[in-house]
Nanobody, 119 residues
């Protein structure tokens, strides 16, 4: 099994910054793509950013220029650096990892971390 532990959410003022982390643990797996989604009660789950195993990144238009995704393969950890935060960035942020085994590719999700942008 694979466990994901997220951290770094919280309350921040508009214009502020936060760094989210998501660490994967378990045994006998390789990680492919990693990324972040966000969810609010009013909206469907929205993809925020993705990073492939080779380091290629992709961002939602709503966060481009304000958000940077990165990964530390030695630590099986993905990060999301968010700057110039806006109230509309308020959401539960969920990380995911693509776990590659000999015969299967599975996606695992973190438990979610709340980000609230408010003055």
């Amino acid at each position: 099994q694979v466990q994901l532990v997220e951290s770094g959410g919280g309350l921040v003022q508009p214009g502020g910054s936060l760094r989210l982390s998501c660490a994967a643990s378990g045994s006998s797996f390789s990680i492919g793509a990693m990324g972040w989604y966000r969810q609010t009660p009013e909206k469907q789950r929205e993809r925020v950013a993705t990073i492939t195993s080779s380091g290629s990144t992709d961002y939602a238009d709503s966060v481009k220029g304000r958000v940077t995704i990165s990964r530390d393969n030695a630590k099986n950890t993905v990060y999301l650096q968010m700057n110039s935060l806006k109230p509309e960035d308020t959401a539960v942020y969920l990380c995911y990892v693509q776990v590659v085994r000999v015969r299967t590719i599975d996606v695992y999700w973190g438990q979610g971390t709340q980000v609230t942008v408010s003055s």
